[in-house]
């Protein structure tokens, strides 16, 4: 039963309602916060406390997250009284097109770009994600070891296939991936995160001005070409180019890393991996890696717009609630034993894609992507291994998306 101790009457004790987010425990990081997972075992949501003093709940348990999620009276839209601050004074505001909206104008926008990320459409561009992950161990291993493996593996690929993607120089890769590093940090000034947008939003803005003029086959000229029949501002066209590119590189290559630091800590789970010819396996890797890592964990944050009663209490319109689904994904009502990495348990039902209309735009090619580096990094280079001790990995706790700085290997 719900045990509401921090939520009602513990309300009037300040000191009661605990701090969101909370520190992971460093020996374990590849664990939501200790703290979240007591939260999960008390209620399904809690009070908790903001860098700004306000007192959002936070949904830790998965089915209150999925009914939350897919409810039409939970909003997107930042604008929206009691939407939750961003994750720390720092962070800045600012609105990412269509994943800040609600239905219809959401559901509108997002039609808008869907048919790229399609299975068939992504499954057609398989065998070139191939070529670009054995383009780079080649390179890897024709090089000296050790190598930063985010530096020379896991940003160049997702980063590559959307530029592809969208029709985006891959040259510039330097100059956006920077700005969006600045973008998804937590600890940068409002200044620097707003500075670093705009730089990049000035630069697909010129971008999208070339294909009104000249169109080409990819995503920015269709989305340019919505300009010019009048269906996007050049504003509204520029804000959806950015999520894109924002959104199809930093996620996933934080997976790639973080994934294989994680498969190297569970030597026995990657030799299932460098062992197997059967592309089920792989599949199902991918899915228990998203499920076990959760990368974006600072929740899916919301505002309600009408009382919604649920988990033994009432959220009043104007509240806000964080969906925090890595503790989501660790709730053992759906997932048995969920603290163990098992890469062939059923994780398709996990909520690291979010759920209801926002769920990620981009998972097919994500999976596919993750898929093909999976099912080829650890067999290429079966002597893949750590070069240097877990405790001198920098863990990004300071960004939106979490992974790893630097991953020093060699082989
Ligand atoms: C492993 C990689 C990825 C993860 C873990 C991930 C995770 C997520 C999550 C959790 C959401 C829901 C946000 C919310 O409800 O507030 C989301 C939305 C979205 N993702 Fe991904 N994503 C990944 C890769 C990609 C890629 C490759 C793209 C390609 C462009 C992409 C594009 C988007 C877009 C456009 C949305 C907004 C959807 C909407 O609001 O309707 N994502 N993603």
């Not at 000249?214 to 029949?229: F, G, M, Q, V, W």
């Amino acid at each position: 039963m719900a045990d509401t101790t921090l939520t009602g009457p513990a309300r009037e004790a300040p000191d009661a309602v605990p701090q969101f987010p909370m520190p992971r425990e460093s020996r374990c990081p590849f664990d939501p916060p200790p703290a979240l997972k007591e939260l999960q075992e008390q209620a399904p949501l809690t009070r908790v406390r903001l860098w700004d003093g306000s007192e959002p709940w936070l949904v830790t348990r998965y089915a209150e997250q999925r009914a939350l999620l897919g409810d039409e009276r939970v909003s997107a839209d930042t604008d929206q009284p009691g939407y939750p601050t961003k994750a720390s004074p720092e962070a800045g505001e600012g609105k990412l097109s269509f994943i800040m909206m609600d239905d219809p104008e959401h559901a509108r926008l997002r039609r808008m770009v869907t048919a790229p990320f399609a299975v068939k459409k992504v499954e057609a561009l398989r065998p070139a994600v191939q070529r670009i992950v054995d383009g780079l161990i080649d390179d890897m291993l024709a090089g000296p070891a050790p190598v930063d493996l985010v530096d020379v593996f896991a940003l160049p690929i997702p980063s590559l296939v959307i530029c592809e993607l969208l029709g985006v120089p891959y040259e510039e890769h330097e100059f956006f991936q920077e700005n969006t590093k600045t973008m998804v940090r937590t600890t940068a000034t409002p200044e620097e995160r707003g500075a670093a947008s705009r730089e990049v939003a000035g630069y697909l803005a010129g971008l999208l001005g070339k294909r009104i003029a000249e169109p080409k086959d990819d995503l920015l000229s269709s989305i340019a070409a919505r300009i010019t029949a009048g269906e996007l501002t050049h504003q509204q066209a520029t804000e959806m180019a950015l999520l894109l590119l924002i959104a199809g590189h930093e996620t996933t290559a934080n997976m790639i890393a973080l994934g294989t630091l994680a498969l190297l800590r569970h030597p026995d789970q990657l030799a299932l991996l460098r062992e197997t010819d059967d592309p089920k396996l792989v599949a199902s890797a991918v899915e228990e890696l998203l499920r076990y890592l959760h990368i974006t964990h600072l929740g899916r944050r919301r505002a309600v717009t009408e009382d919604i009663e649920i988990g033994g209490q009432v959220i009043k319109a104007g509240e806000g609630v964080i969906m925090v689904n890595e503790i989501g994904n660790r709730d053992p009502e759906v997932f048995a034993d969920p603290d163990r990495l098992d890469l062939t348990r059923d994780a398709r039902r996990h909520v690291a894609f979010g759920f209801g209309v926002h769920q990620c735009l981009g998972q097919p090619l994500a999976r596919m992507e993750l898929q093909v580096v999976y099912g080829t990094l650890y067999k290429r280079i079966p002597t893949l291994k750590l070069a240097c001790a877990l405790e001198d990995i920098r863990f990004k706790t300071d960004a939106f998306i979490y992974g790893v700085h630097e991953l020093p290997v060699s082989w």
